[in-house]
Every structure is written in structure tokens, then in C-alpha cells.
T-cell receptor
Framework: KAGVTQTPRYLIKTRGQQVTLSCSPISGHRSVSWYQQTPGQGLQFLFE???????NKGNFPGRFSGRQFSNSRSEMNVSTLELGDSALYLCASSLKAGTRSTDTQYFGPGTRLTVL | AQSVTQLDSQVPVFEEAPVELRCNYS??????LFWYVQYPNQGLQLLLK??????LVESINGFEAEFNKSQTSFHLRKPSVHISDTAEYFC?????????????????FGTGTRLLVSP
């Protein structure tokens, strides 16, 4: 079974631009979460989607948004890019949510965004 | 809320020596515990997890971790490391399913420990 895929793998943008990152979960997985990884802040939770609905959001400004499609694929968008948005953006998928047991999250390789 | 502390930012060790990577957590509710490994320029790979049952959990590549509720710890150990174990290791927690809102799967990570194995 194919793992979580993220596109593109690398991206270079300039301040003020916007960017869209894509994540395809493992087949059959319905929950997708996004994390930002930076040397200074480490791994931080951005948001989680399940059944096309955002279930929870981390402490990030409104410039960070996302969505999930009916096939569980997800995109995240960052508008008005700032230098501090340079990071590795990781997507994770899990089988289901809202059940009586936790689900292990499986991560993709990430998209490395550089903002100049 | 949960928090995870990995006190050692870097652990140098010689090949075939034992290693322990420390992880302590804080939480007002029950949690699940995870160790993830990140090789250079890659995403996170699940190494092992504790959900319930036996407090000692093992991975397929020789790592093990023991959940100690009284000490709120989940230290990772390996009796004999290889050069290929060089990577960054992250400890993470998520709230027990009984404490989760529907669909809430947030992982809280520690700051990571870089394991450097040299010949």
C-alpha cells in the first residue's frame, strides 16, 4: 500500500506570495493532519481534517488555511508569505477518527518551503 | 494540555554501544505515547507506540521503550546501536481517546534528540 504522498517536495517563494501544498493520504485513511517543523519551534500542529471538515486548529494565524476533498486528499494554503513561514510542512494520515481508539498517524516526506 | 520534554538535544555514541533517549511528558489526562524517527531530508517514521497493556513495547529494529506512569516517562533504549541508527528521534503524546473530541488526533511532540552513532 502506498504511503502518504506530498507535493511538491520543495518550493521557493518570495514574501507576500501565497502557496498551496498538497497531501494524499494512505488509501482508506480518512483523517489528515498538518504539522509545521522549524529548527526554532520544532514540530507544531496546524490543523486536522476528517470528512472534509476541520476538526481542530493549532495556534497559527488565519493566513494558514486548509481543506479536505471527498477523496480525503487535503491541501493547505498559506497566504501573504513571511520569512518565518520557511519550514518543512508535514502531512499525516490516520485510518479513522472519532472512534473508541486512537489511530496511529503516518507521515509523508514533507514539503520544504523556503520564503525569500 | 500536554507537553513533552526531551532533555538531550544530542546523544553521541559509538557503534555497538547501548543508548537511552529520554522522554518525559506532562498531561492532566491519560495519553498515548509514540516515538518517531526522522532521517535526513525525510518525514517522520513511526518507531513504536504505547496504547495500553504491557508497559514495555518493542520495535522491529531492536528499539524498545517502557512506559512509566509514576515517573511520566517513556524512555527509548537500544542495547547495541548501528551507524544506520543515526537520525533524529521524537517523542510524542496524544490524548486518550476518551478525552478526545470527535476526530481530534493532535500529536504533541518533544523537541527531538539527535542520535549520532560513530564507528
Amino acid at each position: 500500500k502506498a504511503g502518504v504522498t506530498q507535493t511538491p517536495r520543495y518550493l521557493i517563494k518570495t514574501r507576500g506570495q501565497q502557496v498551496t501544498l498538497s497531501c494524499s493520504p494512505i488509501s482508506g485513511h480518512r483523517s489528515v493532519s498538518w504539522y509545521q517543523q522549524t529548527p526554532g519551534q520544532g514540530l507544531q500542529f496546524l490543523f486536522e481534517y476528517f470528512s472534509e471538515t476541520q476538526r481542530n486548529k493549532g495556534n497559527f494565524p488565519g493566513r494558514f488555511s486548509g481543506r479536505q476533498f471527498s477523496n480525503s486528499r487535503s491541501e493547505m494554503n498559506v497566504s501573504t508569505l513571511e520569512l518565518g513561514d520557511s519550514a518543512l510542512y508535514l502531512c499525516a494520515s490516520s485510518l479513522k477518527a472519532g472512534t473508541r481508539s486512537t489511530d496511529t498517524q503516518y507521515f509523508g516526506p514533507g514539503t520544504r518551503l523556503t520564503v525569500l | 494540555a500536554q507537553s513533552v520534554t526531551q532533555l538531550d538535544s544530542q546523544v553521541p555514541v559509538f557503534e555497538e554501544a547501548p543508548v537511552e533517549l529520554r522522554c518525559n511528558y506532562s498531561s492532566s489526562v491519560s495519553v498515548y505515547l509514540f516515538w518517531y524517527v526522522q532521517y535526513p531530508n525525510q518525514g517522520l517514521q513511526l518507531l513504536l507506540k504505547y496504547l495500553s497493556g504491557s508497559t514495555l513495547v518493542e520495535s522491529i529494529n531492536g528499539f524498545e521503550a517502557e512506559f512509566n506512569k509514576s515517573q511520566t516517562s517513556f524512555h527509548l533504549r537500544k542495547p547495541s546501536v548501528h551507524i544506520s541508527d543515526t537520525a533524529e528521534y521524537f517523542c510524542a503524546v496524544s490524548p486518550h481517546h476518551s478525552q478526545q473530541n470527535t476526530g481530534f488526533q493532535k500529536l504533541v511532540f518533544g523537541t527531538g534528540t539527535r542520535l549520532l552513532v560513530s564507528p
